[in-house]
């Protein structure tokens, strides 16, 4: 790969000089990008004398790689829009949010953060300082495709309260941008997360569809069925911009504090991984054999009602007839649930994430002799309650009975999978947790233990 990038780049955009070679000096930028290293690291790898010298390499090789290499992978130019309909658009997107139109561009939108450091010049610190994250810092806006290609890249843009997404969105299409609105037609469709809010009646102005997660109302506490199904539609097409943006940030320039002396080039350095990545990395989603049969399972289950949800309400309007619930080990309780493989809890969960936050949790819940206690009502042996402890917080209680989240998937994870080989839920990270000294350990009596086991407010409960 290296070597096809320095192939890209023709001798007389890069001189031989006494310090380096053209190669030395693609070299040089690369390792700053990817290790994060300082000018003055460089300089003691690649034997130069000082950091003005290394400073003008790392310059000649930036301007040399975005003229040469950067505008054949990256931005509008670059690639046609029907063959991002063709080769970089699922057909589980097409089925689920595009109407199953053959005709129609799906693109992502999304800003990432770039922290920089704290600056002593007043504006500069308080046009880049973020409230939200509580930092200084600049924000590129990336544009993929479904399947997680990168389209293009715009900014950095400043990140104060005049510089949301929904903000740089606007500059995006009023600007036309890098020919965004060019590039797009009216009816393509625009899949954005809620921080773009305030801009979706400008994007539909001209005439784009947009595809946005729904919003709690006020009275609300949580999402309705046909919300949350609408949501989830949503976030399985989205994930791959965020998967992007990690992908970025693997490289350590992006990853730590960017020193001041160094914005004006990020919004280059930027360009430059992002290219490489659609040159020298695979796209996201590569097999999409299965995507009629999963859009299909998706579109019915999400006209279905939650049958749970329904019977449990029903059940808190009547408290004369509230459920008995019985402690008991699951392995004993449900002798009859159905064992599955891996791939069929995939099928089950629609995806991987639920089943890899359900192994954590599942962990945890697994007293020392291996029980996974679960509570069975007396009158609905079908029906089954457990106690899943939040990942984020002790005193936080949630709802959950919409979907299958990652606490219904650890129970069953455990019940179908897990229980028949305990191999599964051997964790490392506990002899990590056990090496450390907990300061709440102690005898003496004191007011703290008025927070007993019994108070479950940390509790949540999920319904299966």
């Known amino acids: 790969q290296f070597n096809d990038l320095c192939s890209e780049i023709p001798p007389s955009a890069l001189r031989d000089t006494d310090i380096r070679t053209p190669r030395t000096a693609i070299a040089c930028l690369l390792v700053k990008l990817r290790l994060g290293l ?12 000082d950091k003005r010298k290394m400073t003008r390499i790392l310059d000649s090789a930036c301007t ?26 699922r057909p589980l997107a097409k089925i689920l949010l595009g109407d199953n139109d053959p005709s129609k561009a799906i693109i992502i939108l999304d800003g990432t953060y770039c922290y920089i450091q704290k600056s ?8 880049t300082y973020s409230l939200h994250k509580g930092k200084p810092l600049v ?19 400043l990140a104060d309260g005049r510089n949301n997404d929904a903000e740089i969105t606007k500059n995006m299409i009023y600007n036309n941008k890098q020919g965004f609105t ?9 899949i954005v997360d809620r921080g773009f809010r305030d801009c979706i009646p400008d994007l539909e102005k001209f005439g784009y569809k947009t595809k946005m997660p729904c919003f709690l109302n006020k009275d609300q506490s949580q999402f309705t069925t046909s919300q949350a199904n609408e949501t989830r539609l949503i976030t399985k097409i989205r994930w791959v911009i965020e998967s992007a943006n990690g992908r970025v940030k693997q490289w350590q320039f992006f990853n730590k504090i960017i020193p001041n002396s160094m914005i004006e080039k990020i919004g280059d350095y930027f360009e430059i991984v992002c290219a490489m990545i659609n040159c020298y990395r695979p796209t996201f989603i590569q097999d999409t054999s ?11 289950l999400a006209r279905e009602t939650n049958k749970i949800k329904d019977y449990v309400e029903s059940m808190k309007n009547k408290p004369a007839k509230k459920l008995k619930w019985i402690a008991m080990d699951a392995a004993d309780a449900i002798s009859d649930f159905p064992k599955m493989s891996f791939k069929k809890l995939q099928e089950l969960t629609l995806g991987i994430y639920q089943l ?12 020392p002799n291996g029980a996974f206690m679960v509570k069975v009502a007396n009158e609905r042996p079908d029906l089954i309650r457990a106690q899943v402890q939040s990942r984020h917080k002790n005193s936080t209680k949630y709802d959950v009975v919409v979907g299958c989240c990652a606490h219904i998937a650890s129970i069953i994870y455990y019940l179908a999978y897990a229980r028949y080989d305990p191999t599964h839920l051997q964790q490392r990270a506990f002899d990590y947790y056990n090496s450390i000294t907990d300061a709440q350990d102690y005898s003496e009596l004191s007011d703290t233990e008025s927070e007993n086991s019994d108070d479950d407010s940390n509790i949540l409960y999920s319904l299966a």
């Open 139 to 157: 924000k590129p806006m990336m544009i993929v495709s479904s399947d997680g290609y990168i389209i293009s890249v715009m900014g950095p843009f």
């Open 120 to 127: 002593a010049n007043n504006l500069l610190q308080r046009r």
């Open 290 to 300: 299965h995507d009629n049969e999963i859009a299909e399972k998706m579109l019915k």
């Open 182 to 190: 060019d590039w797009l037609r009216p009816g393509d469709l625009v």
């Open 64 to 89: 040399a790689i975005k003229k040469y290499f950067v505008q054949k992978h990256l931005g509008f130019d670059h690639i046609e829009r029907q063959k991002v309909i063709d080769d970089h658009t």
């Open 356 to 367: 890899k936050q359900a192994r954590s949790y599942t962990t945890e819940h697994v007293s």
């Open 38 to 49: 300082s000018h003055q690291a460089l300089c003691t790898l690649f034997s130069v004398e």
